[in-house]
């Protein structure tokens, strides 16, 4: 009885391992959910998901939505812009909803954010913020550096305590109130917790940055929040919930083109600016804005000679706005952005004229034709009717901001007669 017994025993252990085992090996699964993204064709049978397919068919929505809704306005934007991000690391940001957590997700987008941000935003700076134990603290002040903005943010990842929302708006509006006035100021925030522990009153705090024209956006990690959603419509700002980390991606990269600018600030002003040159190769100075000694690194600032370490900046000397010529080139493009292209139908006629045009794609020079050698999905210019595939579509309109079918075609210059 007593060998029985053991046997048993060891038999209910050995169960209860694998029980554990098969707990923790489906829970990856569950997870993910990865089974509602399937998909079943005309038979019933699983067919391959065309991720390409689904991104690119919520891009043209959110394009369509732009376009329509700047549809016969023209709309001035900001283009020098300064931008804090806080981002909320309060206990809340442990949770693991999103895998691996809140806090992780939060990390790897933001800097994601960030290289977007200064692509699109050549001219604008940001500075970093995070919310500890009730407390905001300064990460990073306004700079046009990702790399050092990057850094700062991956060394301080520790969530810790309760958030407070009204601490981090105070922190940013002495922060923002300090900036040029044609400037424009904004605030993303990134919040993980369910609530916000203030020392005062945080309705005089939003009516503060309301005067002081700071443009305040939310984006929530856990539910909606009166507070926060009271916060964007005071400002002009925009709220939103995510819910995956696909979503927060789409909500953060939303922030990235320069809004539309505020009432007040759309008055053209003349900005006086600096093309400082890049300091010679083994040159020793000072740099300006990190009080160190410099070989060969940095630029100088043209009318005081101060030295800085990159652009743009403000030096901090004779307050000069320095700049490069290639930022204000990259950020004509959004004066002037490229109108959507065209969806062309699939047509399944072998004697269709269009059919010839569209074999191959403009810009990638790749077929256009899918399984079975029938047409595929493409788009077309509106202006040089030039065919281009879904690849290219994006990248013309994300990154390249030009379209190569329009820039290519001979245009003879014209030649204008003065009459006397």
């Known amino acids: 009885m007593s060998n029985e017994r053991k046997r048993t025993i060891g038999e209910e252990e050995e169960d209860e391992e694998d029980a554990e085992g098969i707990g923790e090996w489906e829970r990856s699964y569950v997870d993910d959910r990865s089974w509602e993204a399937l998909q079943e064709d005309e038979s019933g049978l699983l067919r391959p998901i065309d991720n390409s397919a689904i991104y690119h068919a919520q891009y043209r929505r959110r394009l369509r939505l732009l376009s329509a809704a700047a549809a016969g306005t023209r709309i001035q934007k900001g283009l020098i812009r300064y931008l804090y991000i806080v981002i909320d690391f309060s206990r809340a940001a442990a949770e693991t909803d999103f895998r691996p957590s809140r806090m992780a997700v939060m990390a790897k987008h933001v800097e994601a954010f960030i290289r977007e941000f200064f692509d699109q935003n050549p001219l604008s700076q940001i500075g970093l913020v995070s919310i500890k134990n009730g407390i905001a603290h300064t990460l990073t002040d306004l700079g046009g550096s990702p790399e050092s903005h990057i850094k700062a943010l991956m060394g301080k990842l520790e969530p810790l305590g309760d958030s407070s929302l009204q601490n981090a708006l105070e922190l940013v509006h002495e922060h923002l109130n300090q900036v040029p006035s044609y400037g424009h100021r904004e605030v993303l925030i990134?919040?993980?917790?369910?609530?916000?522990?203030?020392?005062?009153?945080?309705?005089?705090?939003?009516?503060?940055?309301?005067?002081?024209?700071?443009?305040?956006?939310?984006?929530?990690?856990?539910?909606?929040?009166?507070?926060?959603?009271?916060?964007?419509?005071?400002?002009?700002?925009?709220?939103?919930?995510?819910?995956d980390e696909v979503h927060l991606k789409d909500l953060l990269l939303e922030h990235a083109p320069p809004p539309p600018a505020i009432?007040?600030?759309?008055?053209?002003?003349?900005?006086?600016?600096?093309?400082?040159?890049?300091?010679?190769?083994?040159?020793?100075?000072?740099?300006?804005?990190?009080?160190?000694?410099?070989?060969?690194?940095?630029?100088?600032?043209?009318?005081?000679?101060?030295?800085?370490?990159?652009?743009?900046?403000?030096?901090?000397?004779?307050?000069?706005?320095?700049?490069?010529?290639?930022?204000?080139?990259?950020?004509?493009?959004?004066?002037?952005?490229?109108?959507?292209?065209?969806?062309?139908?699939?047509?399944?006629?072998?004697?269709?004229?269009?059919?010839?045009?569209?074999?191959?794609?403009?810009?990638?020079?790749?077929?256009?034709?899918?399984?079975?050698?029938?047409?595929?999905?493409?788009?077309?210019?509106?202006?040089?009717?030039?065919?281009?595939?879904?690849?290219?579509?994006?990248?013309?309109?994300?990154?390249?901001?030009?379209?190569?079918?329009?820039?290519?075609?001979?245009?003879?210059?014209?030649?204008?007669?003065?009459?006397?």
């Open 190 to 243: 990134l919040y993980s917790a369910l609530c916000t522990c203030d020392p005062g009153d945080i309705m005089e705090t939003i009516q503060k940055c309301k005067k002081s024209k700071l443009r305040c956006s939310v984006i929530g990690l856990s539910a909606e929040m009166f507070i926060c959603k009271h916060l964007c419509q005071e400002t002009g700002g925009l709220y939103s919930v995510a819910v």
């Open 263 to 420: 009432a007040e600030f759309a008055i053209a002003n003349l900005i006086k600016m600096g093309f400082p040159q890049r300091a010679a190769e083994g040159a020793v100075a000072i740099c300006s804005c990190h009080k160190e000694v410099k070989i060969g690194t940095g630029y100088m600032c043209p009318r005081c000679k101060a030295r800085v370490c990159e652009l743009p900046t403000e030096c901090t000397l004779c307050g000069l706005t320095l700049v490069s010529s290639p930022h204000l080139a990259r950020s004509y493009h959004h004066l002037f952005p490229i109108a959507q292209f065209d969806e062309v139908p699939t047509v399944s006629s072998l004697n269709d004229p269009r059919r010839k045009l569209r074999k191959n794609c403009f810009g990638c020079q790749q077929s256009l034709l899918g399984a079975g050698n029938k047409p595929g999905p493409c788009v077309t210019c509106r202006k040089c009717k030039h065919y281009f595939c879904l690849d290219c579509d994006i990248y013309i309109h994300e990154s390249l901001h030009n379209c190569p079918g329009c820039e290519s075609i001979h245009r003879p210059k014209s030649v204008s007669l003065m009459e006397e």
